[in-house]
């Protein structure tokens, strides 16, 4: 049997425009909107547009994407193998054939089984980032570093903040195969509040910071579950 689900940019963090969402089983199989990529793999998102989907295949142990359009002039060879351990997500291939790259994400997880570290580590830079957890299960900090190759201390720093959290069951679990909606996905209830701060060390561009604080409202539907769908 195959259904559609619609997720909207209203309130959903990372999403920048309406998303689709064809199943079949109750398995995602297709997904119509998102970001063009653009090289390095995996790491600056391009801009959101609708002309774009993802693929979705399934395999013991393994979950293939692959990023496609019929966009004119635009060649996208974008795709990711995650590769799964005990049923969670262990390591995440990026490859992007426009630039010869392959990036390898690790994912580490602790007692409780929930995500712990990622760190991604290339001929450039090693990226780590650290989540936090409160007593209900729900992510309250990420803290993002990037230190460049054969350097001591990390260029950009990003500390990113979950807040306002209800007591209503997270629609969105499913969802945790797209970065994009990657944070939305790992909690037990739903964040309404967002605050981000990025450092940039000084001698790289000349060092400097900014900040970031976003608020929702979060719907219901009528059933009184949180409804991201408009």
């Not at 940019?9 to 990529?37: C, V």
């Not at 650290?130 to 992510?139: A, C, E, I, M």
């Not at 605050?195 to 910071?209: D, E």
Request: overall charge positive.
């Amino acid at each position: 049997m195959v259904t559609d689900a619609r997720l909207s940019n209203t309130s959903i963090m990372g999403i920048t425009g309406d998303a689709h969402f064809t199943y079949e089983n109750g398995r995602i199989i297709r997904r119509t909107g998102g970001h063009l990529p653009l090289p390095p793999a995996g790491v600056v998102p391009g801009p959101y547009t609708k002309e774009i989907y993802d693929v979705v295949q399934y395999h013991p142990d393994k979950i293939f994407m692959e990023t496609r359009t019929e966009l004119a002039g635009y060649n996208i060879a974008s795709k990711r193998e995650l590769l799964l351990e005990n049923g969670r997500l262990k390591k995440k291939i990026y490859t992007d054939n426009r630039d010869n790259r392959k990036d390898t994400v690790m994912y580490l997880y602790d007692n409780n089984n929930r995500i712990q570290r990622r760190e991604m580590r290339n001929a450039y830079e090693t990226f780590i980032q650290v989540f936090s957890f409160d007593g209900n299960g729900n992510l309250q900090s990420v803290r993002s570093t990037s230190t460049p190759a054969g350097a001591g201390d990390p260029s950009v720093i990003i500390e990113e903040t979950f807040q306002n959290y209800d007591n209503r069951p997270n629609p969105l679990k499913g969802y945790w195969m797209w970065d994009d909606m990657y944070y939305r996905s790992l909690s037990v209830n739903n964040f309404a509040k967002y605050n981000m701060r990025k450092t940039i060390a000084n001698g790289t561009l000349g060092g400097n910071s900014e900040a970031r604080e976003t608020v929702w409202q979060l719907r219901l539907d009528a059933k009184g579950n949180v409804d991201f769908s408009n």
